[in-house]
């Protein structure tokens, strides 16, 4: 209890003098314009584990928009392979 009355006593003298209060001078300017961060530029990492190892690990970071565009591309891939497949199969029979 000690020491909150010399800390009182210091804001109460930091006011009477008008120093400014440590919140108002964290403001920012008022007319600032806050810049809205692109969600596609994000940048998102991930941690896969290396294959026949325990401990190897691999971080990959990426864009959200490039993380996009390689699940979109390994999606095209995977389903041109199942329709050749089943196309090859049904010229089969």
């Known amino acids: 209890m ?3 009355i010399p800390l009182a006593a210091v804001a109460v003298f930091a006011i009477s003098i008008g120093a ?14 806050e810049e809205e961060e692109d969600p596609d530029q994000r ?13 190897r690990r691999i ?16 999606n095209r891939d995977a389903r041109r392979v199942v329709d050749e ?8 029979n």
Do not use: F, H, Y
């Open 2 to 4: 000690t020491k909150a």
């Open 20 to 33: 400014p209060a440590p919140a108002l001078a964290q403001e920012e300017a008022p007319n600032a314009v």
């Open 43 to 55: 940048i998102r990492c991930q941690t896969r584990r290396v294959t026949g190892s325990n401990a």
């Open 59 to 74: 971080r990959t970071c990426m864009t959200v928009a490039e993380w996009r565009e390689l699940a979109r591309v390994g």
């Open 85 to 92: 497949a089943t196309r090859d199969a049904r010229q089969r």
